[in-house]
């Protein structure tokens, strides 16, 4: 078990949101070792509904999805939730879409194949992002 990242004495609750199953679970395993409580989306529209339901601390989102893709959700993510923190990741990273990304209030971008620092980093960042807001 690697050091758990908490809010507050609490786990952090994170959305990871792909279109791919393997890398949810992939996430997941990885967000778990860090004591992390993690909720699954599918896609844009299931992130937005689940964000609605479920109050998640900070969001994992994919760029390319159908549906709704990530850049979507998250413009509609940050009208209902404006703190809420949402990492962007993409295996077809643009400067472009990044650029877009960070403009629409994305705490930060990782490209994939992720690696297990980065995650790291983006969960601590999740947290003094959440703790902010409360």
């Given at each position: 078990?690697?050091?758990?990242?908490e809010?507050?004495?609490?786990a952090?609750?994170?959305?990871?949101t792909?279109?791919?199953?393997?890398?949810?679970?992939k996430?997941?395993?990885?967000?778990?070792?860090?004591?992390?409580?993690?909720?699954?989306?599918?896609?844009?529209?299931?992130?937005?509904?689940?964000?609605?339901?479920e109050?998640?601390?900070?969001?994992?989102?994919?760029?390319?999805?159908?549906?709704?893709?990530?850049i979507?959700a998250?413009?509609?993510?940050k009208?209902?939730?404006?703190?809420?923190?949402?990492?962007?990741?993409?295996?077809a990273?643009?400067?472009?879409?990044?650029?877009?990304?960070?403009?629409?209030?994305?705490?930060?971008?990782?490209?994939?194949p992720?690696t297990?620092?980065?995650?790291?980093?983006?969960?601590?960042?999740?947290?003094?992002?959440?703790?902010?807001?409360?």
């Amino acid at each position: 078990m690697e050091e758990k990242i908490e809010l507050d004495g609490r786990a952090l609750r994170i959305l990871v949101t792909d279109d791919s199953k393997l890398l949810r679970k992939k996430l997941r395993l990885e967000l778990e070792k860090h004591g992390c409580e993690v909720l699954e989306a599918e896609n844009g529209k299931e992130a937005v509904m689940k964000t609605l339901q479920e109050k998640p601390d900070g969001v994992f989102l994919d760029i390319v999805m159908p549906e709704v893709g990530g850049i979507e959700a998250l413009r509609v993510l940050k009208e209902v939730s404006p703190d809420l923190p949402v990492i962007m990741l993409s295996s077809a990273g643009t400067p472009q879409k990044l650029m877009e990304t960070l403009k629409l209030g994305a705490l930060d971008f990782i490209q994939k194949p992720y690696t297990a620092a980065q995650i790291k980093k983006a969960l601590e960042s999740i947290r003094k992002k959440a703790s902010s807001n409360e």
